[in-house]
């Protein structure tokens, strides 16, 4: 299986989620990844790095934290979608039209359906739009 993975589902791995049966998706996506490895479009890696900086202002995680999850995403077999994202742009605003999704949602979905793949996500408008989209999401039934 090949697992498109969003900010959303790593960050659960440093932050972790209060809903109990969220934190569990999230181990099982963790396996998988370090198991399978995991795609992700380029701009992953702003959001994440995003979500870091505000939980480190918000007193949540330290620095050192922020350091430690980022050398170990790097062993994790984390890849870059190889198409530039200017190849995807178009169908990724389609997409975003079609379920009214922000353009980074979409960029998320288009390379999902692009590679056939399964969606990891907390997203609930995100999962919904891939469900209607014919893509299955990480803890759905297959």
Do not use: C
Request: hydrophobic share 50%.
């Amino acid at each position: 299986m090949t697992l498109v993975l969003d900010a959303s589902m790593s960050l659960a791995w440093l932050l972790v989620r209060k809903d109990l049966g969220e934190a569990e998706l999230a181990r099982e996506a963790l396996k998988e990844v370090r198991g399978s490895g995991a795609m992700v479009p380029a701009l992953w890696y702003p959001e994440v790095g995003n979500a870091l900086l505000l939980a480190e202002r918000q007193r949540v995680i330290t620095a050192q934290d922020s350091a430690s999850f980022l050398s170990s995403l790097s062993f994790w077999g984390i890849a870059q979608d190889p198409v530039p994202p200017a190849l995807t742009l178009t169908e990724s605003i389609l997409l975003g039209r079609m379920h009214n999704l922000t353009a980074y949602d979409a960029t998320y979905l288009e390379l999902t359906m692009r590679r056939a793949a399964v969606l990891a996500t907390f997203d609930r408008k995100l999962a919904e739009a891939a469900r209607a989209a014919g893509v299955r999401v990480f803890g759905d039934a297959p």
